[in-house]
């Protein structure tokens, strides 16, 4: 069935440091990829998406590329601050289908 | 929009008693989801709906849990009768149409002692 594999946590940096989080993917389709971010008391937020291959998801400083030829979509930040310390998700949904499969998160700490 | 509202937001009871999780989705989508997060497992998919019908309970983890929807705007899950391991943060989460990210709720932190 489908997977995501992400990589584990926690990962630990310091301010303004740049980010890279790994996830791959195991799909018989063509999936919508995604990242979500949870921070510490809060529901997960969808943080970016990319629907098919190639496409750069982006917002906040934060891209992901879909990779379809290595199956990833790692997530990137130039700069981190403190204020990015939270848990990442990755997550993939197939076309047409209802559920979404989640990795298993990932805990980013930054310190000033 | 609110976003997706879940109450109560903590919820303490003793072993054995009745619990009813509640969640309202965002006005507009048509899917509805049930998610439980523990250190232990994670993030977990319990039931979802889709125009309040269930598509998948599999995750259901036993016949002590049950979940409705009544309508577009409501559903709950309940656990009866509760026990020590069902403590966890229950999220609910909504999706629309063409639109395939999920909106999640806060959450409902439950302990059961």
């Known amino acids: 069935g489908d997977s995501v594999t992400q990589m584990e946590g926690p990962v630990t940096l310091s301010e303004e440091a740049f980010l890279t989080i790994n996830c791959t993917y195991t799909?018989?389709?063509?999936?919508?990829l995604f990242w979500y971010v949870q921070y510490p008391g809060e529901g997960l937020q969808l943080l970016l998406k990319?629907?098919?291959?190639?496409d750069k998801g982006s917002n906040k400083g934060f891209e992901a590329t879909y990779r379809k030829e290595t199956t990833s979509f790692h997530l990137e930040k130039g700069s981190v601050q403190v204020s990015d310390s939270a848990v990442y998700f990755c997550?993939?949904?197939?076309?047409?289908?209802?559920?979404?499969?989640f990795g298993a998160g990932t805990r980013l700490f930054v310190k000033a | 929009d609110a976003g997706v509202i879940q109450s109560p937001r903590h919820e303490v009871t003793e072993m054995g008693q009745e619990v009813t999780l509640r969640c309202k989705p965002i006005?507009?989508?048509?899917?509805l989801f049930w998610y439980r997060q523990t250190m232990m497992r994670g993030l977990e998919l319990l039931i979802y709906?889709?125009?309040?019908?269930?598509?998948?309970d599999s995750g259901m983890p036993e016949d002590r849990f049950s979940a409705k929807m009544p309508n577009a705007s409501f559903s709950t899950l309940k656990i009866q009768p509760s026990e020590p391991r069902d403590s966890a943060v229950y999220f609910c989460?909504?999706?629309?149409?063409?639109?395939?990210?999920?909106?999640f709720g806060s959450g409902t932190r439950l302990t059961v002692v």
């Open positions: 990319a629907t098919k291959a190639d």
């Open positions: 989460a909504s999706s629309g149409t063409g639109d395939y990210g999920y909106t």
């Open positions: 799909a018989t389709g063509y999936p919508s």
């Open positions: 006005s507009g989508h048509n899917s």
């Open positions: 709906f889709n125009n309040n019908v269930p598509i998948d």
């Open positions: 997550a993939l949904r197939d076309a047409g289908g209802f559920k979404t499969i």
